[in-house]
């Protein structure tokens, strides 16, 4: 697979910053992700909301599942401001995993299931979702508006 990281373009803003391995620290990280974007251009309503919501769920899997809550292992969040978009990536330190193995919550047999409820949300509300080949990383890409 090829590595999803975005291109880089001109005018582009970056940043990176990790956070341990705890639960606790996923709103922090909710809130630094939305105001580091809000310096770099309005997020509308909706687009705040997916933000929001997409940042949560990756940090939260990568914590409890790709860290397995360990605080000593760490969580990276990437961010590039494209103009009319925001990519987010999280990465953990964990093994990985083969994201198309894991089952649709939606499905009948799934339905009592927890596993997977988070993942879903994200391919629902990102643009475009895409995974390292070790499956430790995730990139997100959502609109600002």
Not at 1 to 6: I, K, L, S, T, V
Not at 77 to 87: A, F, S
Request: proline share 6%; with cysteine; charged share 25%.
């Amino acid at each position: 697979m090829a590595h999803p990281r975005p291109e880089r373009h001109e005018g582009e803003r970056r940043t990176r910053f990790t956070v341990s391995s705890e639960v606790a620290r996923v709103g922090e990280v909710v809130e630094m992700v939305v105001a580091w974007c809000s310096e770099h251009g309005p997020l509308g309503k909706t687009a705040r909301f997916r933000l929001c919501t997409v940042v949560a769920e990756a940090v939260a899997n990568a914590i409890i599942y790709g860290n397995d809550h360990d605080p000593e292992r760490l969580v990276t969040i990437e961010l590039t401001c494209l103009g009319d978009r925001v990519v987010v990536g999280v990465l953990d330190e964990g093994q990985g995993y083969l994201p198309e193995q894991v089952p649709d919550p939606t499905l009948e047999e799934c339905l009592e299931n927890t596993c997977g409820r988070g993942l879903y949300m994200i391919r629902h509300l990102a643009d475009h979702v895409a995974f390292n080949a070790e499956g430790n990383a995730i990139w997100m890409t959502l609109p600002r508006c």
